[in-house]
T-cell receptor
Framework: DGGITQSPKYLFRKEGQNVTLSCEQN?????MYWYRQDPGQGLRLIYY???????QKGDIAEGYSVSREKKESFPLTVTSAQKNPTAFYLC????????????????FGEGSRLTVL | LAKTTQPISMDSYEGQEVNITCSHN???????ITWYQQFPSQGPRFIIQ???TKVTNEVASLFIPADRKSSTLSLPRVSLSDTAVYYC???????FGTGTRLKVLA
């Protein structure tokens, strides 16, 4: 079945460490996104990528980095510069916006919960 | 920053129709409006999308006025399992609304 796979589901990090969250999709989608969700709060955009080898900052990109070397993969690195990284991280993908119908339908993974010890 | 606002919470009883509004004053000509449902510790799930006027699918309707600065998600005859957080998303901005926590009571 097609879908988005995020790993790990749970991750613990010591202060000062970088960690990388994996996001893989087999939906053949061009666009991929990373969102952060704090407890009881909404989703905030970290980074997005419309095409391989290109990505754009979202509202809260500071302290995070991404790469898009393959269409299927969009890993997110939480660096030590992110001072409060404890949160639920969600990855999503979508077809290109130029496709009209169904544009706007984001497919989400199950999320990765990061806790800083 | 684009600002998309929704009521924080709503309560309803089983079998009633629920209407949730979203304000998106800075919507652009090419933006679509989409709505999502999220249960705790899960990724949001797509409900419906529209560009203008009214769209209906098997689970919801979406009403968008001519100026497109707001939209209303309508859930007919809600059940307990519809208790969740509902988000609007203005596509191409990729910014979610503030979310509405819907609680359905028996």
């Amino acid at each position: 079945d097609g879908g988005i796979t995020q790993s790990p589901k749970y991750l613990f990090r010591k202060e000062g460490q970088n960690v990388t969250l994996s996001c893989e999709q087999n939906l053949n989608h061009d666009a991929m996104y990373w969102y952060r969700q704090d407890p009881g709060q909404g989703l905030r955009l970290i980074y997005y990528s419309q095409i391989v080898n290109d990505f754009q900052k979202g509202d809260i990109a500071e302290g995070y980095s991404v790469s898009r070397e393959k269409k299927e993969s969009f890993p997110l690195t939480v660096t030590s510069a992110q001072k409060n990284p404890t949160a639920f991280y969600l990855c999503a993908s979508s077809i290109p916006g130029t496709s009209g119908r169904k544009a706007g339908e984001l497919f989400f993974g199950e999320g990765s919960r990061l806790t800083v010890l | 920053l684009a600002k998309t606002t929704q009521p924080i919470s709503m309560d309803s009883y089983e079998g009633q129709e629920v209407n949730i509004t979203c304000s998106h004053n800075n919507i652009a000509t090419n933006d679509y409006i989409t709505w999502y449902q999220q249960f705790p510790s899960q990724g949001p799930r797509f409900i419906i999308q529209g560009y203008k006027t009214k769209v209906t699918n098997e689970v919801a309707s979406l009403f968008i006025p001519a100026d497109r600065k707001s939209s209303t998600l309508s859930l007919p005859r809600v059940s307990l399992s519809d208790t969740a957080v509902y988000y609007c998303l203005v596509f191409y901005k990729y910014i979610f609304g503030t979310g509405t926590r819907l609680k359905v009571l028996a």
